[in-house]
T-cell receptor, first 113, second 113 residues
Framework: GENVEQHPSTLSVQEGDSAVIKCTYS??????FPWYKQELGKRPQLIID?????GEKKDQRIAVTLNKTAKHFSLHITETQPEDSAVYFC????????????FGKGTRLSVIA | DARVTQTPRHKVTEMGQEVTMRCQPI?????VFWYRQTMMQGLELLAY????????DSGMPKDRFSAEMPDATLATLKIQPSEPRDSAVYFC???????????FGPGTRLTVL
């Protein structure tokens, strides 16, 4: 089955700097890759996703890139702000209709003002 | 803005007691997932349903956990008897394949004394 590895497990950046979180997946048939943000005490919320027919997707300060050959995808946050501090989860799905998302272990991002 | 709802939001109980957690998926979503989150284990998939039928419950301790969908608007997760190691946040999520997107409820924070 699918296995998703996420790095780093913790990340601290200065406000205004960029943050990059990387994930690798094992199932070459996976074709949907969402990212979730979970603030302390809150639910995980979908912030951006990418499908395998696209190499990059951007939404304001966040972007996701996908390298299907290497089977890895990354979340990029530019101009980080204190409110970006949260745990970020990547996930992968083989869209056969009968399999759930497989999540990485999460990255705790701290943005230092 | 449709959201997954969960009740109760917090539950404190004593070891040995039965615990029932409820989830109302987003209207029209036919897939429901139950996750458990602890600091050590991240997001752990317990079970999921499609069109009210269980597809996989291999993540659940079978002797004490049970999950059901009595109807399309209600999913339940029961623990009987509860143990202190069951203390965690339990999230329900819903989605509608083949898109792959999943939306999480606010969670039930369970404390077993």
């Amino acid at each position: 089955g699918e296995n998703v590895e996420q790095h780093p497990s913790t990340l601290s950046v200065q406000e205004g700097d960029s943050a990059v979180i990387k994930c690798t997946y094992s199932d070459s048939a996976s074709n949907y890759f969402p990212w979730y943000k979970q603030e302390l005490g809150k639910r995980p919320q979908l912030i951006i996703d990418i499908r395998s027919n696209v190499g990059e997707k951007k939404d304001q300060r966040i972007a996701v890139t996908l390298n299907k050959t290497a089977k890895h995808f990354s979340l990029h946050i530019t101009e980080t702000q204190p409110e970006d501090s949260a745990v970020y989860f990547c996930a992968a799905l083989r869209n056969s209709g009968n399999t759930p998302l497989v999540f990485g272990k999460g990255t705790r991002l701290s943005v230092i003002a | 803005d449709a959201r997954v709802t969960q009740t109760p939001r917090h539950k404190v109980t004593e070891m040995g007691q039965e615990v029932t957690m409820r989830c109302q998926p987003i209207l029209g979503h036919n897939t429901v997932f139950w996750y458990r989150q602890t600091m050590m284990q991240g997001l752990e998939l317990l079970a999921y349903f499609r069109n009210r039928a269980p597809l996989d419950d291999s993540g659940m301790p079978k002797d004490r956990f049970s999950a059901e969908m009595p109807d399309a608007t209600l999913a339940t997760l029961k623990i009987q008897p509860s143990e202190p190691r069951d203390s965690a946040v339990y999230f329900c999520a819903s989605g509608f394949p083949p898109g792959g997107m999943q939306y999480f409820g606010p969670g039930t924070r369970l404390t077993v004394l």
